[in-house]
Every structure is written in structure tokens, then in C-alpha cells.
T-cell receptor, first 112, second 108 residues
Framework: NAGVTQTPKFQVLKTGQSMTLQCAQD?????MYWYRQDPGMGLRLIYY???????DKGEVPNGYNVSRLNKREFSLRLESAAPSQTSVYFC???????????FGQGTRLTVV | ELKVEQNPLFLSMQEGKNYTIYCNYS?????LYWYRQDPGKSLESLFV?????AVKQEGRLMASLDTKARLSTLHITAAVHDLSATYFC????????FGAGTRLTVKP
């Protein structure tokens, strides 16, 4: 089983460029999440989608937008990348809010 | 706002020794998770703790939850090198919040 699939795995952007990180899950989960991981700071929630058709801000939403395209897919968009957005981004999904989350392999993003 | 604090953040152990990682959280929650992350890899779920007094064990790791104290512990028994990783606790309130992680290194 694929589980949670993220693309791309690595990306280098120039300051001001835009890009979309893609995430898809095949576990029929209702809830999906985007986190960023920075050294010494654990994982911080950017946005989440409790169910198809809903999205909510997490701890660090500024500079990001999300789209819950359908039940399977949840994308994260950086409209104008900044060096402070250099991080590893993880997508996760769970059956419903608060239940065990399953993580993708991560996207390592560098903004220069 | 929910805050999740882990300590220690770094832990260097000798093989065969025991140690405990602590996870404190600031708001009442009905569930707590422990995850493991190997360097450069994703997160793997270890334990789900759903009620006060819950205890789960897998091999050399044992997790417990005290909801009244808002405290969870991850106890390592007779550590081996393969346990070297970063361990995260995560608490559900309105969403899932993670601690900063404990980087564990087990030395021969």
C-alpha cells in the first residue's frame, strides 16, 4: 500500500517563486494535515483539513495556502517563497480528527 | 493554546541502561501519541494512549499516560543501538500538536 504520497521529494526555489506541494492518500481517511519540520522545533502544523470541503489554519499558516481537492488530495501552495520557508514539509492523514496520523516521506524545500 | 513540552531534548545513553523521556502538555486532551523518526526519514507511529493510566509496551519501549498530571512518559529499558532515533510525543486538542522531539543516541 502506498499510504501517503508526497511530491516532489526535493525542491530548490528562488525567493519570490511559487510552487505547490502535492499530497495524496489512499487509506480513505477523512482528515489531512500539512506540517513543517525545522531543527529543534519539532513539527508545526501549517494547515489541516478535518474533512473534505473544510480547511483550517494551524500554528504557522502565514505565507501558505491549501486546497483540499477531493478526499484523497490535499495540496500546499507557497505563493511567494521566502528563505524562512526553507524546511522539510510533511503531509499526514488520519481517519478522523485526532486519531492516529500517518505521514508521507516529506519534501525537503530550500529557498535561496 | 495547547503547548507540548518534551524533555530532555537530547539524550545520550550507554547500551544496557534505562531512561525515561517526559512529555508535558498544557490542555486537557483525550489522546496522546508517540512517534519515532530516523534521520532523514518520515515519522512512524509507536503508541496511542487513549485514557488515564493507559500503558503500552513494545519491546524495550513502554509508554504511559497520566491525564490528571497532563504527563506521558516513554521508558526505555536496556537500551540498544537500534533505538537511536528522535522520539516525538503528540497531543490532540482541536488539532494535533507535537513536542520538539528527543534525539536519542545509544552508544556501545
Amino acid at each position: 500500500n502506498a499510504g501517503v504520497t508526497q511530491t516532489p521529494k526535493f525542491q530548490v526555489l528562488k525567493t519570490g517563486q511559487s510552487m505547490t506541494l502535492q499530497c495524496a492518500q489512499d487509506m480513505n481517511h477523512n482528515s489531512m494535515y500539512w506540517y513543517r519540520q525545522d531543527p529543534g522545533m519539532g513539527l508545526r502544523l501549517i494547515y489541516y483539513s478535518a474533512s473534505e470541503g473544510t480547511t483550517d489554519k494551524g500554528e504557522v499558516p502565514n505565507g501558505y495556502n491549501v486546497s483540499r481537492l477531493n478526499k484523497r488530495e490535499f495540496s500546499l501552495r507557497l505563493e511567494s517563497a521566502a528563505p524562512s520557508q526553507t524546511s522539510v514539509y510533511f503531509c499526514a492523514s488520519s481517519a478522523r480528527p485526532g486519531t492516529e496520523a500517518f505521514f508521507g516521506q516529506g519534501t525537503r524545500l530550500t529557498v535561496v | 493554546e495547547l503547548k507540548v513540552e518534551q524533555n530532555p531534548l537530547f539524550l545520550s545513553m550507554q547500551e544496557g541502561k534505562n531512561y525515561t523521556i517526559y512529555c508535558n502538555y498544557s490542555t486537557t486532551s483525550d489522546r496522546l501519541y508517540w512517534y519515532r523518526q530516523d534521520p532523514g526519514k518520515s515519522l512512524e507511529s509507536l503508541f496511542v494512549l487513549l485514557s488515564n493510566g493507559a500503558v503500552k509496551q513494545e519491546g524495550r519501549l513502554m509508554a504511559s499516560l497520566d491525564t490528571k498530571a497532563r504527563l506521558s512518559t516513554l521508558h526505555i529499558t536496556a537500551a540498544v543501538h537500534d533505538l537511536s532515533a528522535t522520539y516525538f510525543c503528540a497531543v490532540h486538542f482541536r488539532d494535533m500538536r507535537f513536542g520538539a522531539g528527543t534525539r536519542l543516541t545509544v552508544k556501545p
